[in-house]
Each structure stands twice: as structure tokens, then as C-alpha cells.
């Protein structure tokens, strides 16, 4: 048997043992990077660690879970027909109905086929004399493969905080983005929340209406937005999916990947009357970026910024009715200097009895106990514990695989001082690797959407350009790579990001380089240079023959 046909058996079902691309993660990315691939005729598998599709939203399914950017543009845009057919309900849809609209996908474009679940890969290997990858998984398999995709998500490395006693306590722990499949009831129970960020506001409301006791431990506050979340109107799906092209392209061209009227004023020169009347429609609008964009510099000038936030603090001061609550619920950093949450029922779960917030930074956390959590102050007994606690973002999905390049270094060293990658989209030293929405591209800053479909063609354009050419590797230069790294980091240096600690920098990870890591230049700015690079015969990548 030729050997490119023998398969693998494990788990019950087959794995190719050599392919023409093997594809990390059956997320956003993964699903419609197959679907292209198999359309160029590329022999083509994707592993998929989780038990079926659907990535970040396969694994994150704690209560309240829902996407932040508005349902009609948080979807695919390849396929019109796909465009058109799937309901959705409310204007940010909840992780079920994400999980149904990827199981859609699927079962459309016939994709569950060319897709191994349950297996997990553990390390690729690159292959010089050969030119090709060696990926093996946790079960045993290894594929020969020419191209490596990582489309392995910039929010899939879990990740638990570094607290004492984390083993000894007797409860239940859950991790937010590890959340079990089967349902879970903490109905009569006294549960503890650790974590504010998006995941920690998403889930908090939800627990509240549940538990008997909620405490929530929080660090850093947050600045939760108002969602204005509801059941779409009659009609109203309708009426978006005919402006669909229209749309799509107006976030194509956009920053944050969502259609918005760039802003053309100061919030220095604006008046009081002015600046009042322009945050409190954006508040009334909601969503994640209405308020950033009323004026040109709240990003990027302390000053300007000062006056968002005394109109959010105003906001928080208002929503939660206990006055010391509020305090402590009011950030002192600038707003959008890290990734403020949408709000469903946040701020009003604090105004319920049963509801308390733990301020860790008047009481510090200092272990979990096998009864509950204790501070400097006290220790509260829990009979669950619910690590809200985030993500190694961006770098720790690619970092945990163990891939290795020329001259076997691995990515975790390359990276050793930050990433570097040409585009977010390669890396130097490792040939025919791509990445999606890799850490030097909008990624997280964007509708992550936008920015995977954006990838997935300029790959699939990459490699029909070497098919065409008899081309057998692709490689950043170093110098292309050593020039966007710089750039990435002077976009970074116009805004407010690099002032904060947040996971953009790598902070919240003990010991990982602090490099503000997606590009800032915004979604449309970087299409249009990765359109350059590819016009050009792929500007900035090295090919062998
Ligand atoms: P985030 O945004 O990283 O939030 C994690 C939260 O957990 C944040 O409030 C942290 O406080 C807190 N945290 C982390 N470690 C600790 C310890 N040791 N003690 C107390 N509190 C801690 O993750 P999310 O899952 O909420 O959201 C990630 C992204 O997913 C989100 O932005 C969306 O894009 C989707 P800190 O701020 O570090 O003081």
C-alpha cells in the first residue's frame, strides 16, 4: 500500500499518516481553513483536541458564556448561502447557539470527515533533509505533512492562577474555559468566583441567580459596557443579511473589524456638552467599541482618556447601589488600556443579598484552604470554587505543542524574549508553518472572525502560489520579521495598552516576556499590507524549490 494512503488507526477512527497539510484545531480557524484546502485539492486533516468543532466555543461553557461582538458579524462570510440560512436570536449570540451555528458548518460543507477529535497533538517536528513535518499526538499517531497550520486560537491555553493550596481544597474547582459538558447546578451551594475579566462578568450574574452564597474575589476591576443584549426583532435578520456585502466589506476596511464611522474629533477640543452627549449614545448603543470610538484620542491620550472615565466611573457609581461596592468596582487604569467586558446584569448582581465582593487588593488572597478561600483578612468556606481566571493568550496555544524548526529550536525558545513573527503569519526558522491570527496580527483587538478569514485566505493563496510555482518551502526573512516585531511595537507605543498589566502584554503568566503582542494598526490597515506582501511575490518570505 503506497504509503501515503496507509492510515492509522486509533480511537476507533483513521488518521492519514501522511497528508499535504495537517491542521492544529477545529475552532473558527480550523473549520474554514479545511474547507479551502479540500477545495484546492490539498490532501488535508485537522486534530482537534476537544470531542467535536467549535474551538474557544467548544471549551468555554460556563453559564452566561456569549460572544461580545453582535451575532450578524461574528459569523463566516466565505459562503453567501451560508450567510443567509443560519437564524440567530439575540443581538450577541450565547455559546450554545455559537456551538450550533460551527456544528452547521460542519455538517454543510461536510467537514467532520477529514477531522480527528479527541486528539490532542503534542509535538511537530520539522524535518529538514525531508522538508516536511513530523506531528505526533497524545495517542500515539504521527503524520508526515508539508504545511503545519496552527489555528490552535489566541484564547485556548487555559490558564490557573499561581495561588498555594489549590489541590488541598475538598469542593468542586471549575476553570471557566475548561467547563464540563454535563450540566452544572450550584443551586443551595456558597460558590467563589475568582477573576473579573470578560469570562469572570459573563458568569458572575448567572451564579448569582443560582447559588445560595456568591463571593467574588477580585483583583483588578473591570469596565463592564453595557451589552443592551435582546431577542432580535421579526424581520430584523432579514433586513442585516440583505446589507451583508455592504457590511462585510465596511469591517474588512475597518480597526476593530466591525463597521464604524471613524471618529474625526478630540475629545480635548469637544466641549463639555459635546463629550456628554457623544459617550452617553455610545453607552446607550453599547457593544465593546462604541464609547473607544467616540473621539480620536481616547486610545491614546491620558487626558482625553481621563474624561471616559469619569463618565464610566459615574456609570458604576450609579448601577451599584452599595457605596463601598462601587468603589470597588470603579478601575483606576485608563479605559481600553486593556480589554474592558460586556455587561449582561453585572453591575445588578452586586445590588442582591446574596451577592459579595471580596476586594483582594484591600485583603489579599493569600491560599485556598480545603474549605473554601483565604485572605489576609478572613477565610470564606465554599463548596465551589470557579477559576474566572484567563488565558496564556496568544502565545500559549502555539508554546504548549512542542514544535520544533531548523536545527530542532523550538518555538519556546525562538520566543524566549517575546514573540517574533513576520505577520503574525510565520516565523522565521520554521518553514511552512502558518499561524492563525498569530501574536503580531489584530487577532484579539479585532472581531476575531474577520481576522480568521482573512488568514485562512492569504494562506490558501500562499500555498496555490507555491503549488503553481513548484515551490517546496515558505519562510520569513529575518530581516521582514525583525522589521514588522519593530513595527507592532511602535503601533503599541501610540496607544494606552502598554501603561497596564493585562494578558496583551503577557502579565497575567509568571515569567513571560512583557511584549505587547497583537498588531494595533487596526484590521484594515493590515489586510492591505498582507495584500502588498502577497502581490508582490510574498515581500519578506524566502521560497525553495
Ligand atoms: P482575563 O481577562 O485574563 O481575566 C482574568 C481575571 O482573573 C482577571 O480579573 C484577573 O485579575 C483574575 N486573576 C488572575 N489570576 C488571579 C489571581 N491569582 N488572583 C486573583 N485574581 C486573578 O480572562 P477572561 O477569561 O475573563 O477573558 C479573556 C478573554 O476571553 C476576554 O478578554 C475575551 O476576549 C474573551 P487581574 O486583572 O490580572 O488583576
Request: aromatic share 10%; hydrophobic share 40%.
Amino acid at each position: 500500500m503506497p504509503a501515503a494512503l496507509a492510515q492509522a488507526q486509533s480511537g476507533g477512527r483513521s488518521i492519514p499518516r501522511t497528508v499535504d497539510v495537517v491542521v492544529v484545531g477545529a475552532g473558527l480557524s480550523g473549520l474554514y481553513m479545511l474547507h479551502k484546502l479540500r477545495a484546492q485539492g490539498l490532501s488535508t486533516v485537522v486534530l482537534e483536541a476537544n470531542s467535536d468543532v467549535g474551538g474557544t466555543w467548544y471549551a468555554n461553557r460556563y453559564p452566561g458564556a456569549r460572544v461580545d461582538v453582535e451575532s450578524f458579524g461574528y459569523s463566516y462570510s466565505f459562503d453567501p448561502d451560508l450567510e443567509q440560512e443560519f437564524e440567530w436570536s439575540e443581538r450577541f449570540a450565547t455559546q450554545p447557539e455559537l456551538l450550533r451555528y460551527f456544528q452547521h458548518v460542519a455538517e454543510r460543507f461536510d467537514l467532520r470527515k477529514d477531522i480527528a477529535f479527541d486528539t490532542s497533538v503534542t509535538s511537530a517536528q520539522y524535518d529538514e533533509s525531508g522538508r516536511r513535518w513530523q506531528v505526533r499526538t497524545e495517542r500515539g499517531d504521527t503524520v508526515t505533512t508539508r504545511f503545519l497550520v496552527m489555528a490552535t486560537g489566541s484564547l485556548s491555553a487555559a490558564k490557573m492562577p499561581e495561588i498555594p493550596g489549590l489541590e488541598s481544597f475538598r469542593g468542586v474547582s471549575y476553570h471557566t474555559a475548561q467547563w464540563p459538558v454535563e450540566e452544572v447546578d450550584f443551586t443551595g451551594q456558597r460558590v467563589g468566583v475568582i477573576g473579573t475579566g470578560s469570562s469572570g462578568v459573563q458568569v458572575i450574574p448567572l451564579i448569582a441567580e443560582q447559588a445560595a452564597e456568591l463571593t467574588v474575589f477580585q483583583r483588578t476591576p473591570a469596565y463592564a459596557l453595557p451589552a443592551h443584549n435582546r431577542p432580535l426583532r421579526p424581520g430584523e435578520g432579514t433586513s442585516a443579511k440583505s446589507d451583508y456585502p455592504a457590511y462585510r466589506k465596511a469591517a474588512r476596511e475597518s480597526g476593530f473589524g466591525v463597521p464604524m464611522e471613524p471618529p474625526t474629533k478630540s475629545a480635548l477640543e469637544a466641549s463639555a456638552e459635546e463629550r456628554e452627549q457623544a459617550f452617553e449614545e455610545a453607552w446607550q448603543a453599547g457593544g465593546l467599541t462604541a464609547l473607544v470610538g467616540t473621539f480620536t484620542d481616547i486610545q491614546t491620550d491620558l487626558d482625553a482618556n481621563a474624561l471616559a472615565m469619569e463618565f464610566l466611573h459615574r456609570k458604576i457609581a450609579e448601577a451599584a447601589t452599595d457605596l463601598q461596592t462601587a468603589a470597588d468596582l470603579t478601575p483606576q487604569y485608563p479605559f481600553w488600556s486593556k480589554r474592558p467586558c460586556l455587561n449582561t446584569g453585572y453591575y445588578d448582581a452586586f445590588n442582591r443579598p446574596n451577592v459579595r465582593l471580596v476586594n483582594l487588593q484591600r485583603e489579599p488572597l493569600t491560599e485556598v484552604t480545603g474549605a473554601g478561600i483565604r485572605t489576609s483578612a478572613r477565610e470564606y468556606e465554599l463548596d465551589a470554587i470557579v477559576y474566572a481566571t484567563g488565558f496564556d493568550a496568544m502565545t500559549g496555544s502555539f508554546t504548549r505543542v512542542d514544535v520544533r524548526g531548523r536545527g530542532g529550536v523550538s518555538l519556546q525558545e525562538a520566543w524566549a524574549a517575546g514573540p517574533r513573527t513576520y505577520l503574525g503569519l510565520g516565523t522565521v526558522g520554521f518553514p511552512n508553518l502558518f499561524m492563525i491570527a498569530g501574536p503580531g496580527s489584530p487577532s484579539v483587538l479585532s472581531n476575531m472572525v474577520v481576522s480568521i478569514e482573512q488568514h485562512v485566505d492569504w494562506v490558501s493563496d500562499a500555498i496555490a502560489y507555491m503549488e503553481r510555482r513548484g515551490l517546496a518551502t515558505i519562510e520569513a526573512t529575518p530581516t521582514a520579521q525583525d522589521e514588522w516585531v519593530d513595527h507592532v511595537n511602535v503601533l503599541a507605543s501610540y496607544t494606552l495598552f502598554p501603561g497596564t498589566d493585562s494578558w496583551f502584554l503577557g502579565a497575567n503568566v509568571p515569567g513571560k516576556a512583557r511584549v505587547f503582542m497583537p498588531y494595533a494598526g487596526g484590521v484594515g490597515a493590515y489586510r492591505q499590507k498582507c495584500d502588498e506582501v502577497a502581490a508582490s511575490g510574498y515581500a519578506g518570505f524566502q521560497f525553495s524549490s
